[in-house]
């Protein structure tokens, strides 16, 4: 009696997800943490600048100890230069994934049940982690080093400054996957940078220049961090002080943020399609 030969075994594809999508993964995000946080990189311009420009920047100056809302100018400084290392490294998060497209790691991604929804909400979170790293580091810089406010200014704008950052994280993702390859990496420092600027985040602007910074991503993120020291006043020193209603400052936010989200989004699914 001859044996029949076994069927040969066919490859099942990975089930697509069904339910409800997860926003994150745990284990991916854990996995990228422990990536990202062996890079020495990561420690010395994500980390360690920001805490750097606030010595230089907040301490260094005679007007420091000036009064500034419900705290001092250290303070204020001590907030602009947090959200500064949380921009920094939430956007370089989104910078590196194009590189991850690029070198054969979304093709991987793609053949796994895991949904762009899920992809995306990771970086965000990522970034999210990371960023609280330089703003740890200075918000403990200002208070070993004179910066004075009172608790809700200390809690409200460190609140901010973390939440705030998946904003960027978005950005950084969607510059990562427009532009690709290495130029993705460049082109988010000098984002960052120009992003500074129009945030009144290194001299505060006036005139038709402040006009168009309203209308930034980092000019609504910052003020808002600025709101309970400051509540929405900003000083130009001899000028006369400005003003930025609350309302006007979150609704900057949560559009650049729905903005990014949905750029992020569509540029994940157009680099699936093409793999």
């Known amino acids: 009696m001859t044996a029949l030969p076994a069927p040969a075994a066919t490859a099942v594809p990975a089930p697509a997800p069904t339910g409800r999508v997860a926003p994150l993964s745990p284990t991916l995000l854990r996995l990228e943490l422990l990536r990202l946080l062996r890079d020495p990189v990561t420690w010395i311009f994500s980390v360690g600048l920001p805490g750097f420009l606030y010595v230089m920047l907040g301490t260094s100056t005679e007007y420091a100890d000036v009064s500034a809302g419900h705290g001092n100018l250290a303070m204020f400084v001590m907030i602009a230069m947090a959200a500064y290392?949380?921009?920094?490294?939430?956007?370089?998060?989104?910078?590196?994934?194009?590189?991850?497209?690029?070198?054969?790691?979304?093709?991987?991604?793609?053949?796994?049940?895991?949904?762009?929804?899920?992809?995306?909400?990771?970086?965000?979170?990522?970034?999210?982690?990371?960023?609280?790293?330089?703003?740890?580091?200075?918000?403990?810089?200002?208070?070993?080093?004179?910066?004075?406010?009172?608790?809700?200014?200390?809690?409200?704008?460190?609140?901010?400054?973390?939440?705030?950052?998946?904003?960027?994280?978005?950005?950084?993702?969607?510059?990562?996957?427009?532009?690709?390859?290495?130029?993705?990496?460049?082109?988010?420092?000098?984002?960052?940078?120009?992003?500074?600027?129009?945030?009144?985040?290194?001299?505060?602007?006036?005139?038709?220049?402040?006009?168009?910074?309203?209308?930034?991503?980092?000019?609504?993120?910052?003020?808002?961090a600025r709101y309970p020291l400051t509540d929405g006043w900003t000083s130009m020193g001899a000028g006369p002080a400005f003003h930025d209603s609350l309302g006007l400052l979150i609704a900057n936010v949560s559009v650049w943020t729905v903005l990014f989200g949905l750029v992020a989004l569509l540029l994940v699914r157009r680099a699936r399609s093409r793999q």
């Open 85 to 224: 290392g949380a921009v920094t490294a939430t956007v370089g998060v989104g910078g590196r994934a194009a590189l991850e497209r690029t070198q054969g790691w979304g093709r991987q991604l793609g053949l796994t049940p895991l949904a762009d929804l899920t992809w995306v909400g990771t970086k965000a979170a990522t970034g999210v982690v990371l960023a609280s790293l330089p703003v740890l580091l200075v918000y403990g810089l200002g208070l070993a080093l004179g910066a004075e406010g009172t608790m809700g200014a200390w809690l409200g704008s460190l609140a901010v400054v973390l939440v705030g950052a998946s904003l960027f994280s978005l950005l950084g993702l969607a510059i990562g996957l427009g532009f690709g390859t290495d130029q993705a990496v460049a082109a988010t420092g000098g984002v960052v940078v120009v992003l500074g600027f129009l945030g009144n985040v290194f001299y505060p602007l006036s005139g038709v220049l402040l006009d168009i910074a309203r209308f930034s991503p980092m000019y609504g993120y910052v003020g808002l």
